[in-house]
T-cell receptor, first 112, second 115 residues
Framework: SQQGEEDPQALSIQEGENATMNCSYKTSINNLQWYRQNSGRGLVHLILIRSNEREKHSGRLRVTLDTSKKSSSLLITASRAADTASYFCATDAGGGADGLTFGKGTHLIIQP | NAGVMQNPRHLVRRRGQEARLRCSPMKGHSHVYWYRQLPEEGLKFMVYLQKENIIDESGMPKERFSAEFPKEGPSILRIQQVVRGDSAAYFC?????????????FGEGSWLTVV
């Protein structure tokens, strides 16, 4: 079973709107990371949040972490067409001693 | 992530052939990770290497797959006697230090198609 599972699987919004994606996980973690992947490309690291942090910001990105609910959310504000991509959360548990465990991702489409 | 170089970007192999994927980590990085991504799936950890050492290969299939990171040169992921199910994107990542609390940087991937 997936350690990290993103929700929704797909999201389509209008440019300028905010996009929220959620990630749930099963076991205890030390940190959680969000990545973006454009079609046919590699993953780009967006943000890392540690288990003792509750919220983190980076530009138009806001990540929250609720360890009691084993969940995280990624908010992209004022979305742009260039934000169209798949977004993955990754945790440091369940993927081998040194491997990250990724969910299946949320495919985000920003309509101009 | 542009610093992690993978080649080839696309590789087609017939069943039974060998596939060899190469990865040069970012400058100054001595920790390399390989991940596999099946269509419409997330990435699955395969192996973690440092120079001349395999640190964690818990995600590697038991047969036909091997990885190395020699003292000189790129890291190599080798798949012998490929089968259709090996068709996937293989991503290499590197970091300056070990441990998943550090940011790892991904390459653009190598897309393997087995026909």
């Amino acid at each position: 079973s997936q350690q990290g599972e993103e929700d929704p699987q797909a999201l389509s919004i209008q440019e300028g709107e905010n996009a929220t994606m959620n990630c749930s996980y099963k076991t205890s973690i030390n940190n959680l990371q969000w990545y973006r992947q454009n079609s046919g490309r590699g993953l780009v690291h967006l943000i890392l949040i540690r288990s003792n942090e509750r919220e983190k910001h980076s530009g138009r990105l806001r990540v929250t972490l609720d360890t009691s609910k084993k969940s995280s959310s990624l908010l992209i504000t004022a979305s742009r067409a260039a934000d169209t991509a798949s977004y993955f959360c990754a945790t440091d548990a369940g993927g081998g001693a040194d491997g990250l465990t990724f969910g299946k991702g949320t495919h985000l489409i920003i309509q101009p | 992530n542009a610093g992690v170089m993978q080649n080839p970007r696309h590789l087609v192999r017939r069943r039974g052939q060998e596939a060899r994927l190469r990865c040069s980590p970012m400058k100054g990085h001595s920790h390399v990770y390989w991940y596999r991504q099946l269509p419409e799936e997330g990435l699955k950890f395969m192996v973690y290497l440092q120079k001349e050492n395999i640190i964690d290969e818990s995600g590697m299939p038991k047969e036909r797959f091997s990885a190395e990171f020699p003292k000189e040169g790129p890291s190599i992921l080798r798949i012998q006697q490929v089968v259709r199910g090996d068709s996937a994107a293989y991503f290499c990542a590197s970091s300056a230090t070990g441990g998943t609390g550090n940011t790892i940087y991904f390459g653009e991937g190598s897309w393997l198609t087995v026909v």
